[in-house]
């Protein structure tokens, strides 16, 4: 009989996950979402005859250039420290590039690439804001989420966000 392998020493426990930069997340992705909305407001009232909507289209489009890298810098923080997924990531700076090209569309009077852009765009904004909110909240620090009927347990996974691809609870 062989001897057995000696035992793995167990792995060292993480620390929670902060809450902030997904809240931080989440408040971003909300306000790009408000501010596309005024961007397709200021449009269609521009179309409709009202010229003077064209300066706030302009001046809205300044302010979700600033949302958006609030928002990817927001999602820097839910993957590092926060250890989240790199999906939120990956849609900011896809939002990041799509609202550099859109600014540079309209004030290039490229009309044909930035009404299908825009509309992509809105499109995106959306993708990124759903997202954003369906990743639960770690919990809190001194609050451990309860799992069974016990209490017992770290029910959201001791604070770590889930990576993708990996199961998802829904809570009853």
């Not at 029910?155 to 993708?164: H, N, V």
């Amino acid at each position: 009989m062989s001897p057995s392998p000696p035992a793995a020493a167990p792995a060292p426990a993480l620390a929670a996950a902060p809450r902030w930069p997904l809240i931080l997340l989440r408040a971003a992705a909300t306000a790009v979402a408000l501010l596309a909305l005024l961007q397709v407001e200021s449009a269609g009232s521009f179309l409709n005859g009202a010229f003077d909507a064209l300066a706030a289209h302009a001046h809205t489009a300044t302010a979700l250039a600033a949302a958006v890298l609030v928002q990817l810098a927001a999602a820097v923080l839910v993957r590092w420290p926060g250890r989240g997924p790199l999906r939120p990531l990956g849609a900011a700076a896809g939002l990041a590039a799509a609202v550099v090209g859109q600014i540079g569309a309209g004030y290039g009077r490229a009309l044909g690439v930035h009404v299908v852009l825009g509309t992509l765009l809105v499109s995106g904004v959306l993708f990124a804001l759903v997202d954003a909110w369906r990743l639960p909240l770690p919990a809190r620090a001194g609050h451990p989420a309860k799992d069974g009927a016990d209490g017992e347990g770290e029910g959201d996974g001791g604070g770590r966000l889930p990576r993708p691809g990996g199961p998802l609870e829904v809570a009853q």
